[in-house]
């Protein structure tokens, strides 16, 4: 009888599980939240073609190995040293832009509180930009400007024509008048100041967003991804306020939304306090 109960024993001890001490299982938690934030980046990106493509390549693979296909094998061993370098090389951008959006800290400062009270710009030139937006967007003229924060945009600063003007709302209207030199384009505004018109952004390649939005819109939602700016699009084609920022875009904008918006990029002295992540007041709930 005994005997018997050792080979019992023994048969079902390749179900035992493996002890997990309390490391195991934050490692675990912490490699499934890695691994959630890479497949919603990926979804976002050209990378989701090349998933789709390799997941093609594994069921080749696999049925080349079942079958013996040795040519198709042969093929398989020489080319995927090859295919790995050319992976680093034609997704360069979406890598350099997914470190981009990791050296932005948005979970670093998670639980941490916003010790930086300086102002950004002043109130004038906030009512200066609504203003000018609330114009715009009633003749229909279509506008990009984006408004700098921590993040700098010297890179994209560089792309257009230097101003360092006071931001007013005759400058901006008169900048995307049509058939004007400098319409074309974005400006961007730093601090006070319009520091730059023309200047090209990149645009974004976010696979879920809407097809019927254009280039403007695009490349507000794409220096939203790689930068913390808060950008106002308004449409050429509807007359419509949109806004971008860390790559989301909120279309349909009225203009209290605009101006919380533009309060908080302000970063004034407000009583405005940070809870897990997520900053809280009561203007900012009412928009």
Same mark, same amino acid.
């Given at each position: 009888?005994?005997?018997?109960? $050792? ?10 599980? /493996? ?8 490692? %675990? =938690?912490?490699?499934?939240?890695? %691994? #959630? ?11 989701? #073609? ?21 040519? %198709? ?5 020489? *080319? ?12 360069? /951008? ?8 990791? +050296? ?49 945009? $010297?890179? #994209? ?61 695009? *490349?507000?939602? +794409? ?19 949109? =806004? ?44």
């Amino acid at each position: 009888m005994r005997a018997f109960i $050792d080979n019992l024993k023994q048969s079902f001890d390749w179900i035992s599980l /493996p002890k997990f001490a309390v490391t195991d299982i934050v490692e %675990i =938690l912490l490699i499934a939240f890695l %691994i #959630y934030h890479l497949i919603n980046w990926i979804k976002r990106t050209r990378a989701w #073609y090349l998933v789709k493509g390799l997941v093609m390549l594994l069921i080749i693979w696999i049925a080349a190995t079942i079958f013996e296909f040795t040519a %198709i094998l042969w093929i398989f061993r020489n *080319a995927i040293s090859v295919g790995i370098i050319a992976i680093f090389i034609i997704f360069q /951008p979406e890598l350099r832009k997914a470190l981009e959006q990791l +050296g932005q800290n948005r979970f670093v400062g998670f639980f941490g509180t916003n010790k930086s009270t300086v102002e950004r710009f002043s109130d004038d030139t906030r009512e200066e930009i609504i203003a000018a937006v609330n114009s715009m967007a009633s003749v229909k003229t279509g506008a990009l400007i984006v408004i700098e924060e921590k993040v700098s945009l $010297d890179e #994209y600063v560089h792309t257009g024509i230097a101003l360092d003007s006071i931001v007013t709302s005759a400058l901006l209207i008169n900048i995307f008048e049509h058939n004007t030199p400098l319409h074309d384009g974005a400006v961007i505004v730093r601090g006070n100041r319009a520091v730059a018109a023309t200047c090209i952004l990149p645009v974004s390649e976010n696979m879920r967003l809407s097809k019927e939005l254009g280039t403007r819109h695009r *490349a507000g939602v +794409g220096v939203s991804e790689v930068s913390d700016c808060l950008t106002i699009i308004v449409s050429e084609e509807t007359g419509k306020v949109a =806004l971008a920022q860390r790559g989301q875009l909120i279309r349909d904008v009225d203009e209290n939304l605009l101006r919380s918006k533009l309060n908080a990029s302000q970063n004034k002295s407000t009583g405005t306090r940070r809870l897990f992540g997520k900053e809280w007041n009561n203007h900012e709930r009412q928009a």
